[in-house]
């Protein structure tokens, strides 16, 4: 399938010598401009299996922020695949124009359906959603996130054989998914940092779930009060290293990790080897919707 089939390798790009530790960054942002970085990796195998089952029709779920209804919407789009986006809050029914990330699945044919946070959060086992899914006959669900074994399984293909000489391989983490796969994918004596992104602690039990290596851990430090919360300190450090080395970051995940490497780092807590690779995993498509946000509460704004 050449979609998928065609990517090149990501490369990992430098940032130099840090207080003595050298950190490179993989650009897996760079493998498709909003399908980018890791759902990509997620969604390849899915999709995969969708095509060859000649499945018409794609379910998931989401909130308005969300880089994987996005990404979603876009590859069924570019595939030929109907797509449909549950999405958290019955409020964005008569305002998704006010949502950048759900415009754009607008766009791209996404069908959204837009549910109760009680039934968003019990999903497909709600009534409202039951009763919506049973008005349509052939369809596959791609649970929140789009993590499932095999999108654990597209996530290892991130690393390759030339990044055994990493001591540590760090990623920002949402449901785990990604952590997992890199986890798998990890050489002998490599340690895997997941940076978590959300004030939950849920991704620990789904990461042990898909691995029973030990070479992880989670740090919990630096969510900045929740999934999507920011603060005007997150805003700077991100304009800051877009200034000095010419890699955007986004708001809700990767930002947050890039700080807190560079923190730890500073303060001389950092205690996980010298040769970091850090995986950017995307999300870009998330920078517009942050920065409408930030304007309507009159504060710094993301300026790449
Ligand atoms: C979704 C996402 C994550 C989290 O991935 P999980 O597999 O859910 O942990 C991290 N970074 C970016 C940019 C994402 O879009």
């Given at each position: ?59 998931t779920f989401g909130g308005a922020f969300s880089?994987h209804l996005a990404?979603?919407a ?10 449909i986006g549950i999405v958290r809050g019955h409020e964005w029914r008569n305002k998704i124009n006010e949502s950048n990330t759900l415009s754009y699945c607008y766009?791209?044919?996404m069908d959204l359906i837009c549910v109760s946070r009680e039934a968003y959060k019990k999903k497909?086992?709600s009534d409202e959603i039951?009763k919506y ?11 929140e ?81 929740g999934y999507g919360k ?22 809700v ?33 998330g920078?517009s919707g942050m920065?409408n946000y930030l304007e309507r509460k ?7």
């Amino acid at each position: 399938m050449m979609f998928f089939d065609n990517v090149k390798n990501t490369i990992n790009q430098p940032l130099g010598e840090i207080n003595g530790y050298s950190i490179f960054i993989k650009r897996e942002d760079l493998l498709h401009p909003v399908v980018s970085g890791n759902k990509f990796r997620k969604l390849k195998y899915i999709f995969k299996e969708i095509i060859i089952n000649k499945i018409p029709v794609v379910i998931t779920f989401g909130g308005a922020f969300s880089n994987h209804l996005a990404a979603t919407a876009a590859l069924g789009n570019e595939l030929g695949v109907k797509t449909i986006g549950i999405v958290r809050g019955h409020e964005w029914r008569n305002k998704i124009n006010e949502s950048n990330t759900l415009s754009y699945c607008y766009s791209k044919k996404m069908d959204l359906i837009c549910v109760s946070r009680e039934a968003y959060k019990k999903k497909e086992t709600s009534d409202e959603i039951q009763k919506y899914l049973k008005t349509i006959s052939n369809y596959r669900l791609i649970p929140e996130g789009g993590t499932e074994s095999i999108s654990v399984k597209g996530c290892a293909e991130i690393l390759r054989p030339i990044d055994s000489k990493f001591d540590v391989i760090c990623s920002s983490l949402g449901t785990g998914g990604t952590l997992a796969g890199l986890i798998t994918a990890s050489y002998k004596k490599q340690f895997v940092l997941g940076f978590n992104s959300l004030n939950s602690s849920s991704a620990l039990n789904l990461v042990n779930h898909f691995t029973k290596k030990k070479n992880w851990e989670i740090i919990n430090d630096f969510t900045f009060g929740g999934y999507g919360k920011i603060k005007p300190e997150l805003i700077n450090f991100m304009n800051n290293f877009y200034k000095q080395y010419k890699i955007p970051l986004d708001p809700v995940y990767t930002g947050k990790m890039l700080f807190a490497i560079f923190e730890l780092i500073k303060k001389n807590k950092w205690r996980w080897g010298k040769k970091i690779l850090v995986i950017h995993t995307g999300g870009l498509q998330g920078i517009s919707g942050m920065n409408n946000y930030l304007e309507r509460k009159k504060l710094p704004i993301l300026t790449y």
